[in-house]
């Protein structure tokens, strides 16, 4: 970088005064664009958080169908989510809420790799092996229970899969295993209404009801915006200096 009579030269290219005093205005524009942005994701934030604190909180079977026999609406409730008709496949052991089985196959790649000597490069065919997925099947239990009340599964997301087993068919194929344990304790965000609650209600694995609502009402999303935005703006600015802006001068 070198220090010239118009702005900064940088090799490849040459920031002048001006388009740093262009690059500010760019800055501000996109700073108040950012603000409006963010603005209106926590409005949006602000009414969520409204939505979770007039919901209603339960911890007992008694007040969960009282909830949804009266269609209460929005709730939290926490109790034991517990799987009425296991699963699992004759292979491996335990009993399972879900079991995802993958087929993997062991599987020969080529790749470019770059060599350079400071005068001269060139490049050589590397071999290596990976596993590969090439396919998956997976079976369900039809029916679980939360707190006591049986549901179809589909009503409430069931927690992440925990690997289970390794089972080789062949030196190039294997079957790898995940599984979601028979029971678990946590907190579901779901609508109380005709007499059950609504399909694909999220579940709060090992949370209480007030873990859940302070998990719920975090600003994350309002702070990875403007971490995303600061790059954007970054990035805006140094494609301005690079281009070359004659309509400047």
């Known amino acids: 970088m070198r220090y010239g009579r118009k702005g900064l030269d940088f090799g490849d290219f040459e920031i ?36 979770y604190n007039k919901a209603v909180k339960i911890e007992s079977q008694e007040m969960f169908q009282y909830g949804m026999d009266t269609n209460v609406g929005n709730a939290f409730v926490y109790g034991d989510l517990k799987a009425v008709d296991t699963v699992t496949y004759p292979e491996i052991s335990g009993e399972y809420m879900y079991v995802e ?3 993997e196959r062991y599987t020969r790649h080529t ?12 490049y ?11 396919g998956s099947e997976d079976i369900k239990c039809k029916q679980i229970s939360f707190c006591d009340i049986v549901f179809p599964s ?19 194929v294997r079957y790898k295993y995940y599984g979601v344990r028979t029971k ?3 907190t579901i965000f779901t609508d109380l209404r005709d007499k059950t609650i609504s399909d694909n209600s999220n579940f709060y694995n090992n949370s209480t009801i007030d873990e859940t609502i302070e998990y719920l009402e975090s600003s994350v999303g309002t702070v990875i915006f403007w971490i995303f935005w ?3 703006i970054g990035l805006a ?3 301005f200096y690079y281009l070359d802006n004659r309509w400047l001068d």
């Not at 470019?112 to 060139?122: A, E, I, P, Y």
């Open 111 to 122: 790749r470019q790799v770059r060599h350079s000597n400071g005068k001269t490069t060139w």
């Open 16 to 51: 002048t005064k001006r388009e740093i005093l262009a690059s500010i205005s760019i800055i501000a524009v996109m700073i108040l664009i950012g603000i409006l942005i963010s603005s209106k994701i926590s409005e949006y934030q602000m009414d969520k958080n409204e939505k």
């Open 230 to 232: 600061v790059i954007l």
């Open 124 to 134: 050589t065919t590397e071999t290596y092996w990976t596993w590969d997925r090439v």
């Open 237 to 239: 600015v140094f494609g």
């Open 154 to 172: 589909n009503k409430i997301e069931m927690p992440g899969t925990d690997y289970i087993d390794t089972i080789k068919e062949s030196s190039h």
């Open 101 to 103: 089985k993958v087929k």
């Open 184 to 186: 678990y304790t946590g």
